[in-house]
Every structure is written in structure tokens, then in C-alpha cells.
């Protein structure tokens, strides 16, 4: 009974808060409120006998998103609210093909939730020994694979980083650029 | 979740967590003030002067007069601030480190030992300490100040850089423990304490902690001379208090996951598990004073040198030597998972 309570709170905050996210102008706000519609998902999580999932979920998620804040503080000016490009509203034109997508995921979930889903109560979800086993026995090609993506990832990034001519500028002393 | 106590009713459930958390959170509150004082007398006496020794016999007195110092000072909130986050910030830290108390087990008993004895104990310490940064990367952000801004990038970029130290060397002797339970690992500590096991990674968790809680020679976030007062710079009054305290929660909150996963926890001959667990809390909070007092400030480039090119490479390694360790001397480490 507690448990269907939360999770229908918890369900609709993580609606209302994703929706924020879209409306909302203001990027430093959007983040926010895209770290509420996650705990909100941690919430769900919870509530479905998940805990160890509702954990990662808040980790991971707010460790990455940690990130995306630093870029958006960094790229807005210290005044933030006024005079970006992010904060224009978009035209009737821009909303086509990302209102379509959603239109599309709305009519999928419809689908597959009238279709009638299991209960997602497995005991591997709520212990990580059993979980650990479940990935690194039978997905252990996933586990690998995902492994190997995010090495991809990593050195795509690097590079990207790097840029071309930086590394030798960088290399010189100081002296060397003031002159 | 609470296990032992499952099969009772809510009520009674929530009424002994309450109790327990009460406690725990007025023992807490309580010895933050002479905390502050123990630490300015622990520098004074390392670097040869008196310290604080005007209120009361010794200075004891002196963290009333702080407290009701900054009670009754006004309470400024400036202009230019983003008001609900400004307002926010400093209550995001502290309900953070309050919060992780709940996971320390002070006593082996299953009800009384920890204010919830969570299976997950350390999944929800590493949940709640990335939530800390929050709470600095707003207040830099919502005080819309260069200084404040400054303090708030760099504060966030040095706690996620030694957040991920800080998680390998927990995972280590996770691994060791064979569970995230903390009364559990600390019960898996029976032969030898884990800092004779995990030497490499206690000296990991150590350094990364110090950064995590942003203390010299690991404080570029508000270091004084180049950044007024980093993110905090704007806040006045109790909201500054609400920083401190913060600030000072994590610091005992990290020394007791040390004192948890690497000294044996509450284990020791004669006196009961909490006066354990407190003296040794207390060791390691003086280690803390005594390196801010004995370390300059590290150049910022060099922080992040320390955390990416040599903490984390030194986890990895840390992490597969005890893999290894794991494995070929399963008598060593009887709960760890074969």
C-alpha cells in the first residue's frame, strides 16, 4: 500500500519535473529539474523492490549530469538568464520532427502497456551479489561489449580534445608567448 | 530493509529510527562548535601560539560566543542573487552529510548498532556525496559573483576528479568484505583491520577524502588569497554556519567510513563499540587538522595532476592487486567472493 503510493508520487513527479525540463527557459534551471525527474526514476525504482538500481540510478546519473552542469555554467555568462541562443523559444518549424519522435514514444508505451507487462520484481534487482553474477555469467558479451563502447567513447574524446596544433603550444614556456 | 526489526509494525519502526537519529543528530550538533575549537587549538599548539583563550577557562567557552555570533548577525542576502538557490545551497550540503550518518555503525547490535543497517550502506555513502557537489556548484552559480563562480568550478571539478579515487578505494575492500553493508564489513574485519590488508587503499581513501571535503592543502575552492572565499563568498550569517557546519560533518562523516572500513569500526578490547568508534573518529579528525596545518596549498594544476595521473591509476591498481589477492589466498579474506 505504502509502496503503490510512492509510486505513483514518484511517477508523477518524474513526468512533471521531465516536462519542466522542456518548457523551462532557463539551462541552469533545466538541469535541475532533470536531476529531480532522475531521483523521481530512483523513486520508481524504489518502489518496484529495486534498491540497488534506485542507487546506481542516483549515482551514475547524478555524477554525469554533475558535468553537463559545469558545461552549462561555464557557457552561460554570469547573468545566465537573459540573451542566449538556448533560451529563444523555438519556431513551429523546429517542433516538427522532435514533436513526431514523441508522438511516436507515447504511442509505443501506450502499446506496450495495454499489451500487459510482468511485474519487474526480480530478486536480482534488489541484490547486487545475484545482479554481479547475472551480468558477468550469462550477459557477460553485453558487459564486455558496453565496456568496449565506452573505451570508444573515451579516446574518441581525447582526441577530440586534443585538436590539432594545441599540444605543441601548449608544450612551450611561458616566455615564449608573451613575445 | 531494516532487517531485525521487519516483522514489527511501521510505527514502530519509524518511532526507533527516529529515536536513534535524534540522538545521533544532537550528539552531532552538539560537538560540531567544540570541534571548531579542538581544531584552531590543535593548529595553535602545532604552530606555537595560545589560540582562542578568551572565552571561558582555556577558550572553552568560545564556540558559544561563535554560535551566538552568528545567530544574531543580520542576514544578507545580496541583490544580484539568484534568491532560491542562493537560499537552497547551504541547506543541499548539510541535509547531505546529516543524511549519510544514517549507514555508520557505531555497535555490532542489529537494531541499536546504526540508524539503518542498510544492505546497500555504501551505495547510498557514494549517492549522497555526489550530491554534496550540488550544493557548492549552485551556491558558486546562484551567488553570481566572479569569485563565487571560480570557487564553484573548481570545488566541482575536484570533487568529481577524487570522487572516482574515493569510490575504487571503497571498492577494494568492498571486495575484500564481500558486501556493502558497513556493519557487515566491519564484522569481516575480525582477523586483521583492513588498513593491513588495504594499506595502498586506505592511503588512497585518505588523500581523495581531503579533497572531497575540500580541506587544506586540497581547499583552491576558497582559497583565500586569490578567491576571497570561493563559492561561499556571498553568504553571510547562519547561511555561512550552514556552509561550515557542512563542511565539518563531512569531514567526521569521512573519518568515520575510515574508521569503519579500514580500523575495525567499533571493534576493541574492553570499552563498548561507540567510545571505539569515537576515539577513533577522533585520530583521524587530528590527522586531518595536522595536515592543514602542516601542508601548503597545492597549484590548482597540480590537483588535478595528483587526482587523474596518479590517485586513480593507483585505485586501479589497488583494485586489481586485491582482485588477485582475492583469489590465490582465499584464507586471507574468507568473506570475500570467490
Known amino acids: 500500500m505504502a509502496q503503490n503510493i510512492l509510486f505513483y508520487l514518484a511517477a508523477v513527479m518524474a513526468v512533471a519535473t521531465t516536462s519542466m525540463v522542456v518548457i523551462t527557459r532557463n539551462a541552469v534551471y533545466a538541469v535541475l529539474y532533470l536531476i529531480m525527474s532522475l531521483f523521481a526514476v530512483a523513486l520508481v525504482f524504489l518502489s518496484l523492490n529495486a534498491p540497488f538500481l534506485a542507487l546506481v540510478e542516483i549515482i551514475v546519473y547524478a555524477g554525469a549530469i554533475m558535468v553537463l552542469f559545469l558545461f552549462v555554467v561555464m557557457m552561460l555568462n554570469l547573468q545566465g538568464?537573459?540573451?542566449?541562443?538556448?533560451?529563444?523559444?523555438?519556431?513551429?518549424?523546429?517542433?516538427?520532427?522532435?514533436g513526431a519522435l514523441a508522438l511516436l514514444l507515447l504511442i509505443l508505451i501506450v502499446v506496450s502497456l495495454s499489451a500487459g507487462t510482468p511485474a519487474a520484481t526480480n530478486a536480482a534487482l534488489s541484490d547486487p551479489?545475484?545482479?554481479?553474477?547475472?551480468?558477468?555469467?550469462?550477459?557477460?558479451?553485453?558487459?564486455?561489449?558496453?565496456?568496449?563502447?565506452?573505451?570508444?567513447?573515451?579516446?574518441?574524446?581525447?582526441?577530440?580534445?586534443?585538436?590539432?596544433?594545441?599540444?605543441?603550444?601548449?608544450?612551450?614556456?611561458i616566455d615564449d608567448v608573451t613575445h | 530493509m531494516t532487517g531485525a526489526l521487519s516483522n514489527e509494525p511501521l510505527w514502530y519502526q519509524l518511532l526507533i529510527a527516529v529515536i536513534k537519529a535524534s540522538v545521533l543528530m544532537g550528539a552531532l550538533l552538539g560537538v560540531t562548535g567544540w570541534l571548531v575549537l579542538a581544531e584552531r587549538k590543535i593548529i595553535a599548539?602545532?604552530?606555537?601560539?595560545?589560540?582562542?583563550?578568551?572565552?571561558?577557562?582555556?577558550?572553552?567557552?568560545?564556540?558559544?560566543?561563535?554560535?551566538?555570533?552568528?545567530?544574531?548577525?543580520?542576514?544578507?542576502?545580496?541583490?544580484?542573487v539568484n534568491k532560491i538557490l542562493f537560499i537552497a545551497a547551504p541547506a543541499i550540503i548539510t541535509i547531505t552529510a546529516m543524511v549519510s550518518y544514517a549507514i555508520i555503525p557505531w555497535g555490532p547490535n542489529p537494531v541499536w548498532g546504526a540508524i539503518s543497517n542498510l544492505n546497500l550502506g555504501v551505495l547510498?555513502?557514494?549517492?549522497?556525496?555526489?550530491?554534496?557537489?550540488?550544493?557548492?556548484?549552485?551556491?558558486?552559480?546562484?551567488?553570481?559573483?566572479?569569485?563565487?563562480?571560480?570557487?564553484?568550478?573548481?570545488?566541482?571539478a575536484q570533487m568529481i576528479s577524487y570522487e572516482l579515487s574515493l569510490s575504487m578505494a571503497l571498492l577494494a575492500a568492498v571486495m575484500m568484505a564481500g558486501t556493502l553493508n558497513f556493519q557487515l564489513i566491519?564484522?569481516?574485519?575480525?582477523?586483521?583491520?583492513?588498513?593491513?590488508?588495504?594499506?595502498?587503499?586506505?592511503?588512497?581513501?585518505f588523500v581523495s577524502a581531503i579533497a572531497e571535503s575540500r580541506r587544506t592543502p586540497f581547499d583552491l575552492p576558497e582559497a583565500e588569497n586569490e578567491l576571497v572565499a570561493g563559492f561561499h563568498t556571498e553568504y553571510s550569517a547562519m547561511k555561512f554556519a550552514l556552509f561550515f557546519l557542512g563542511e565539518y560533518m563531512g569531514v567526521i562523516l569521512l573519518s568515520g567510513i575510515m574508521a569503519t572500513v579500514y580500523l575495525g569500526g567499533y571493534q576493541g578490547p574492553i570499552l563498548p563499540g561507540p567510545v571505539w568508534m569515537i576515539?577513533?573518529?577522533?585520530?583521524?579528525?587530528?590527522?586531518?587538522?595536522?595536515?592543514?596545518?602542516?601542508?601548503?596549498r597545492?597549484?590548482?594544476?597540480?590537483?588535478?595532476?595528483?587526482?587523474?595521473?596518479?590517485?586513480?591509476?593507483?585505485?586501479?591498481?589497488?583494485?586489481?592487486?586485491?582482485?588477485?589477492?582475492?583469489?590465490?589466498f582465499p584464507n586471507l579474506v574468507p568473506n570475500a567472493i570467490h
Open chain 2, 298 to 328: 597545492f597549484r590548482y594544476d597540480h590537483l588535478m595532476q595528483i587526482g587523474w595521473k596518479w590517485l586513480i591509476p593507483l585505485a586501479v591498481l589497488n583494485l586489481i592487486i586485491t582482485a588477485v589477492l582475492c583469489l590465490t
Open chain 2, 45 to 80: 599548539w602545532l604552530q606555537g601560539r595560545p589560540g582562542p583563550n578568551r572565552a571561558g577557562p582555556m577558550g572553552l567557552f568560545q564556540p558559544v560566543a561563535d554560535v551566538l555570533k552568528l545567530l544574531t548577525k543580520e542576514e544578507s542576502i545580496p541583490p544580484f
Open chain 2, 279 to 296: 576515539l577513533k573518529i577522533a585520530v583521524l579528525f587530528f590527522v586531518f587538522v595536522w595536515i592543514r596545518a602542516t601542508y601548503p
Open chain 2, 186 to 205: 566491519v564484522e569481516a574485519q575480525r582477523p586483521f583491520w583492513f588498513i593491513l590488508l588495504q594499506p595502498l587503499g586506505f592511503f588512497i581513501f
Open chain 2, 124 to 156: 547510498l555513502f557514494l549517492a549522497l556525496s555526489s550530491l554534496g557537489v550540488y550544493s557548492i556548484v549552485l551556491a558558486g552559480w546562484s551567488s553570481n559573483s566572479k569569485y563565487a563562480v571560480l570557487g564553484g568550478l573548481r570545488a566541482t
Open chain 1, 81 to 98: 538568464q537573459r540573451g542566449d541562443e538556448a533560451t529563444k523559444r523555438p519556431t513551429r518549424r523546429q517542433m516538427i520532427v522532435p
Open chain 1, 129 to 173: 551479489k545475484l545482479l554481479g553474477e547475472l551480468l558477468f555469467t550469462k550477459h557477460y558479451l553485453g558487459v564486455k561489449l558496453s565496456g568496449i563502447i565506452l573505451l570508444i567513447g573515451t579516446i574518441g574524446g581525447l582526441h577530440i580534445g586534443r585538436g590539432g596544433s594545441i599540444p605543441s603550444t601548449m608544450e612551450k614556456p
